[in-house]
């Protein structure tokens, strides 16, 4: 006979767990239950369905429980609500939602995959027909019927995490008049807030209305109030703000709870109570990087956690490397991708850190559809430990952020990043891949081959009378510049060099980065000992400086803006 294993929640974790036991024991009694009707189902695709990009809502449910029984010998019980977990007698108390009726369940082993739900703060309204949230496919079905059956048009969205942005942005594609509500500076907090200003940039461009550093008060019957007293129409809201993790029914058992309020777990993902397991959004995940423990809602290491959990109750061993953080996200015609920490956590962590700002083609310049890739690299002092990286573009920046995102699970430094031998071929990329591109940037930093400063200080270089050297052509210098910027090209420098002070600090751009740094290379070589340049030139000033100078109202740094 062999073990009975219960599973409570499916979805991306339980499910893992469910199919990995069957994979090992053909003997296994395997039983899932989820108290909604659907037990597999797409979670991180149901936005799409709003915009019609997914057709059918029945196209994210991924299985069924016919399917798990007649495929895997696993029976799946929806609408089926674990109503509590009795670690001593090894049983749990279940409640069919259908009839009321409560039975108990014995196990051998247990496994929690309760997910997280929707924060919904306790506001005004929110309890409202016209307010939703977004967690599985009856959510997303009540949305859609609400906004398309309704003639409704202005929709207010609540967050600007993954699930806020997917959702504002498939509204959007639906013809909706869409605002997004952030209270924080800036939308996606994985990204550093001098990338996120591309992303910000994208949104409004196309039509997206946002409001950031506003949070919201209260729900009324057609419009929402803010902190502020702004008042926004809004004839739907969808409440994005986060999600907490699942962890009722683990600290009514009495299962320890992590500092980070995830249920606390071993490297094999055991509980504090025998023969309980938990994975996926509802625990508390270590970080490879920081040491730290912290909580991590992705889907892919929810299926490795599951994995490991179920090897471990059949005796095989599991290293446990620990979560970086790795994800992406598609913004109207932008990708964006990032891994491992970001600026913020690094100085909250304390790390001696420095950064490498690099624009380079995402495939060779003369293809068609070639794109400048906005890629941020982070890395350690003295080290070149490679700690993170952030990359935007219209390319596979994805791509990109993978590569990173190994090198990190390998310790990598910025030596190793440098002599990474990847795939060519001009359709897919350059000979110096972006992240190649990247680490050499990196190690001039590190080894103090050249100084730096960023585009988000050049506006303070201006009002600071800083001398702006532009080392593009004339008729790019026409077509936009820094308003108080010297335009001497890097093909006539070495003919103007009177015109260049010795006594001052002299700051130099081009388009993006690569001639300004060829001319501070040469300048350095000259005997100018205070020459900077200013990584990411023209182009990263001009999406840093754009959502602020739109929002604001203030007057712009440069005479034109250039995006391309």
């Given amino acids: 006979m062999g073990k009975r294993v219960l599973i409570v929640g499916g979805v991306a974790g339980g499910a893992s767990v469910a199919a990995r036991v069957r994979?090992?024991?053909?003997?296994?009694?395997?039983?899932?239950f989820e108290r909604g009707p659907h037990v597999s189902f797409s979670n991180c695709a149901l936005p799409y369905y709003l915009s019609g990009e997914i057709e059918e809502s029945e196209t994210l449910v991924l299985m069924n429980p016919d399917v798990f029984r007649n495929q895997y010998n696993i029976e799946a019980r929806t609408r089926s609500e674990v109503i509590a977990v009795h670690a001593e007698q090894k049983t749990i108390t279940v409640k069919n939602l259908d009839t009321g009726d409560t039975y108990e369940e014995a196990y051998d082993k247990l496994v929690l995959s309760p997910g997280a739900s929707?924060?919904?703060?306790?506001l005004e309204g929110v309890t409202s027909e016209h307010v939703f949230t977004v967690r599985n496919v009856v959510d997303i079905e009540r949305l859609q019927g609400f906004v398309s059956k309704q003639a409704i048009e202005d929709v207010v969205v609540i967050g600007g995490g993954?699930?806020?942005?997917?959702?504002?942005?498939?509204?959007?594609?639906?013809?909706?008049?869409?605002?997004?509500?952030?209270?924080?500076?800036?939308?996606?907090?994985?990204?550093?807030?001098?990338?996120?200003?591309?992303?910000?940039?994208?949104?409004?461009?196309?039509?997206?209305?946002?409001?950031?550093?506003?949070?919201?008060?209260?729900?009324?019957?057609?419009?929402?109030?803010?902190?502020?007293?702004?008042?926004?129409?809004?004839?739907?809201?969808?409440?994005?703000?986060?999600?907490?993790?699942?962890t009722s029914l683990a600290k009514e058992a009495g299962l320890e709870i992590g500092k980070t309020g995830g249920i606390k777990v071993d490297h094999s993902y055991r509980t504090s109570a025998p023969d309980i397991y938990a994975v996926g959004d509802a625990i508390e995940v270590h970080h490879?990087?920081?040491?730290?423990?912290?909580?991590?809602?992705?889907?892919?290491?929810?299926?490795?956690?599951?994995r490991a959990a179920a090897d471990d109750m059949?005796?095989?061993?599991?290293?446990?490397?620990?979560?970086?953080?790795?994800?992406?996200?598609?913004?109207?015609?932008?990708?964006?991708?990032?891994?491992?920490?970001?600026?913020?956590?690094?100085?909250?962590?304390?790390?001696?850190?420095?950064?490498?700002?690099?624009?380079?083609?995402?495939?060779?310049?003369?293809?068609?559809?070639?794109?400048?890739?906005?890629?941020?690299?982070?890395?350690?002092?003295?080290?070149?430990?490679?700690?993170?990286?952030?990359?935007?573009?219209?390319?596979?920046?994805?791509?990109?952020?993978?590569?990173?995102?190994?090198?990190?699970?390998?310790?990598?430094?910025?030596?190793?990043?440098?002599?990474l031998e990847l795939c060519y071929s001009p359709v897919f990329g350059t000979a110096?891949?972006?992240?190649?591109?990247?680490?050499?940037?990196?190690?001039?930093?590190?080894?103090g081959v050249i100084k730096q400063v960023r585009f988000n200080d050049v506006r303070?270089?201006?009002?600071?009378?800083?001398?702006?050297?532009?080392?593009?052509e004339p008729g790019e210098f026409k077509h936009g510049h820094i308003k108080t910027a010297i335009n001497i090209p890097l093909s006539e420098f070495r003919q103007r060099l009177d015109e260049i002070p010795t006594d001052k600090p002299i700051y130099v751009h081009c388009r993006s980065g690569q001639r300004s740094y060829n001319m501070v290379k040469a300048l350095t070589n000259l005997g100018y000992d205070n020459v900077y340049n200013i990584a990411g030139s023209y182009?990263?000033?001009?999406?840093?400086?754009?959502?602020?100078?739109?929002?604001?109202?203030?007057?712009?740094?440069?005479t034109n803006y250039n995006f391309r």
């Fill in 23 to 32: 994979r090992l024991d053909e003997n296994a009694e395997i039983v899932m």
């Fill in 118 to 122: 929707p924060i919904v703060p306790p």
């Fill in 162 to 246: 993954f699930i806020g942005i997917e959702v504002a942005e498939n509204l959007v594609h639906a013809g909706k008049k869409v605002t997004l509500v952030e209270a924080q500076n800036q939308v996606m907090a994985p990204f550093d807030y001098d990338m996120v200003q591309i992303l910000h940039k994208e949104m409004i461009d196309n039509g997206m209305d946002l409001i950031l550093g506003d949070g919201i008060q209260s729900v009324k019957a057609d419009h929402i109030v803010l902190a502020s007293g702004k008042t926004v129409k809004a004839q739907a809201v969808i409440m994005a703000i986060g999600v907490r993790p699942e």
């Fill in 288 to 306: 490879k990087i920081t040491g730290q423990k912290t909580r991590l809602a992705l889907a892919g290491p929810a299926q490795r956690q599951a």
């Fill in 314 to 419: 059949y005796g095989i061993p599991h290293r446990n490397n620990g979560v970086i953080g790795s994800s992406a996200i598609q913004v109207f015609n932008m990708n964006a991708a990032s891994t491992g920490l970001n600026e913020r956590t690094c100085e909250q962590v304390g790390y001696d850190y420095d950064v490498a700002f690099v624009i380079p083609s995402d495939k060779v310049g003369i293809m068609p559809n070639s794109n400048p890739m906005y890629f941020k690299l982070i890395f350690e002092k003295p080290t070149g430990r490679v700690l993170g990286a952030q990359a935007i573009g219209r390319g596979n920046v994805d791509k990109r952020i993978d590569v990173i995102a190994s090198m990190i699970m390998m310790h990598a430094t910025l030596e190793d990043l440098k002599e």
């Fill in 432 to 447: 110096k891949d972006v992240v190649n591109f990247a680490a050499l940037a990196g190690l001039n930093i590190l080894n």
């Fill in 460 to 472: 303070e270089l201006v009002e600071q009378g800083a001398t702006i050297i532009d080392g593009r």
């Fill in 539 to 558: 182009l990263g000033t001009c999406l840093y400086e754009y959502f602020n100078d739109q929002q604001q109202g203030r007057e712009p740094i440069v």
